[in-house]
């Protein structure tokens, strides 16, 4: 069992930035494919980015250049770092971690407007 604890989402202005944290429990989880995740209200869950164990990264076309996903496998931990925010960005962001089995942390808020 993988327990994924999201931080970091807030409110912020058109063309801000934030960065968003998840944590995991485990101790394999170098080998976990770690993704983010988001969900707008009354849309489906869409992938935004993701990145294996051995570092591969892949995006939704709708963030490429201007979202990051990185991963500190000391500290058991997946960045997005989020530039140029959009009030379209506006979603509740969801962790993921795969291997085999899937598992979702509960979520952070992140809201872009003026």
């Known amino acids: 069992q993988v327990q994924l604890v999201e931080s970091g989402g807030g409110l912020v202005q058109p063309g801000g930035s934030l960065r968003l944290s998840c944590a995991a429990s485990?101790?394999?989880?170098?080998?976990?494919?770690m993704g983010w995740y988001r969900q707008a209200p009354g849309k489906q869950r869409d992938l935004v980015a993701r990145i294996t164990s051995d570092g591969s990264t892949n995006y939704a076309a709708s963030v490429k250049g201007r979202f990051t996903i990185s991963r500190d496998n000391a500290k058991n931990t997946v960045y997005l770092e989020m530039n140029s925010l959009k009030p379209e960005d506006t979603a509740v962001y969801y962790c993921n971690a795969h291997l085999g089995n899937v598992y979702w942390g509960r979520g952070t808020q992140v809201t872009v407007s003026s």
């Open positions: 485990g101790n394999i989880f170098n080998l976990y494919v």
